[in-house]
């Protein structure tokens, strides 16, 4: 089995070089790159051309459009038929697209996706945010940790799919946050099977400061709201979480102004998260970030 390996990249050469590195250690070598700048101002051709003996590369330029249109621009030039997105800030493991062919050869899926983890080389904030993205502590665990899930949705920094499934429904569409989800719950909604890979996770650098982390959720909160009014019922009581959870703790600030046993509870929970964290990430730093809280 062949695939077409996917990175719409915007301003960020130092990220695609290491990710493309970690493509050049792939135990199986069954792929094609295809690399689409989105409009950057700093752009990757410089770097693209030092992979350009190992590595079956296209690489091109079009005006910025975004993440979901630029994925689209990929999939124009795909030459297999199955498509792998990353997104440009990821890592990839060697045994990666070794096991995603085994498990596609042993239960077909029209799309998959895949967790994310932290290297231990990453900065004490990424390993932060990896962490309060991916705990049970802080997201319930649904961001592509669980086995169990009775539909999932893969996340385009970690997704494959067939180019059949990827044609009927148009590709992605032209939300500028959410795509992923939007093009995930269209894949559903048209009958194809989708399926999570616990095995097929990738290094995830996200986003390297707090402010950039925060616009991040902020987005991705935006966006929710914006797929429940596209996919009426996508708006599940788990999204709600987060808002539930600062309310709460609101109030519970409040009232410790009268009845400071109040307290214990944030106090608790912050204790929970910090031996959840150290456990995992054997960093006291780590687990002292607010970005793990």
């Keep these: 089995m062949f695939f077409s390996i996917i990175i719409p990249l915007y301003n960020r050469p130092d990220e695609v070089d290491e990710l493309l590195a970690s493509l050049c250690e792939q135990t199986d070598k069954r792929f094609e790159v295809v690399i689409v700048e989105d ?3 700093r752009k990757s051709k410089d770097v693209v051309e030092k992979y350009r003996d190992r590595l079956d590369l296209t690489y091109f330029e079009k005006n910025n459009s975004g993440p979901g249109l630029t994925r689209n621009a990929g999939a124009v030039r795909a030459k297999y038929d199955y498509l792998i997105f990353f997104d440009s800030d990821c890592i990839i493991p060697p045994q990666y697209i070794e096991t995603v062919s085994r498990f596609l050869r042993e239960r077909p899926a029209d799309a998959y996706g895949g967790p994310d983890a932290a290297l231990p080389t990453f900065t004490t904030i990424q390993k932060a945010i990896n962490y309060s993205m991916t705990s049970f502590f802080t997201t ?3 961001r592509g940790g669980q086995r ?3 539909k999932f949705n893969p996340r385009s920094f970690n997704l494959g799919v067939s180019k059949k499934a990827f044609d009927t429904i148009g590709g992605y569409g032209d939300m500028r946050f959410g795509e992923d989800i939007d093009f995930s719950l269209r894949l559903l909604e048209n009958g194809f099977r989708t399926a999570l890979i616990p095995e097929a996770y990738v290094y995830h650098k996200r986003r390297s400061t ?3 982390f925060f616009k991040q959720v902020y987005n991705s909160g935006i966006a929710r709201i914006n797929l429940h009014l596209v996919h ?7 999204h709600l979480l987060p808002a539930f959870f600062v309310a709460g703790m609101t ?3 409040i009232l410790s102004l009268f009845h400071p046993a109040f307290l214990l509870i944030p106090v608790s929970y912050s204790l929970l998260v910090f031996i959840g964290s150290l456990a995992k990430n054997r960093s006291a730093g780590v687990s002292q970030r607010p970005g793990s809280n």
């Design 251 to 253: 109030i519970i600030l």
């Design 140 to 142: 319930g665990g649904i």
């Design 210 to 212: 707090f402010r950039q």
């Design 148 to 150: 169990s899930m009775e």
């Design 232 to 238: 009426p019922g996508s708006l599940k009581t788990v």
């Design 39 to 41: 409009g950057s101002t």
